[in-house]
């Protein structure tokens, strides 16, 4: 099975889209321009509270949302200096360049993605 940028998290559309390689990571922001990147973990508290603001951003028009598993890519957290979680790191042209840590509003995403 050849690696897919990342998987949709639902068959709507609508979700965010959950990277499962390194490689997978580093094609999702070649290929796309403006990226927030969550970082989570399944067992974090505050990671599952935002899960509902995640996704409601990841299905708004011209968004893109990638979900990363800090336990499964712990390369990728490690890459980008992600110590807390959650962790939100905006990503332009595959480079950072915005990060919010903590739990957050929705429209402080919108604002770190415009």
Request: proline content about 4%.
């Amino acid at each position: 099975m050849a690696d897919s940028p990342a998987r949709r998290g639902d068959d709507t559309g609508t979700a965010a889209r959950h990277v499962e390689s390194e490689r997978a990571f580093d094609d999702l922001l070649a290929s796309e321009g403006t990226v927030l990147v969550d970082f989570y973990a399944d067992w974090c508290g505050p990671c599952r509270m935002m899960e509902s603001i995640v996704e409601e951003l990841a299905a708004e028009e011209d968004t893109t949302v990638a979900k990363v598993d800090v336990d499964a890519l712990s390369p990728v957290a490690a890459r980008y200096e992600v110590k807390s979680i959650p962790a939100f790191v905006v990503f332009e042209g595959g480079e950072p360049t915005d990060r919010l840590v903590g739990m957050q509003e929705l429209s402080d995403l919108r604002r770190a993605i415009e």
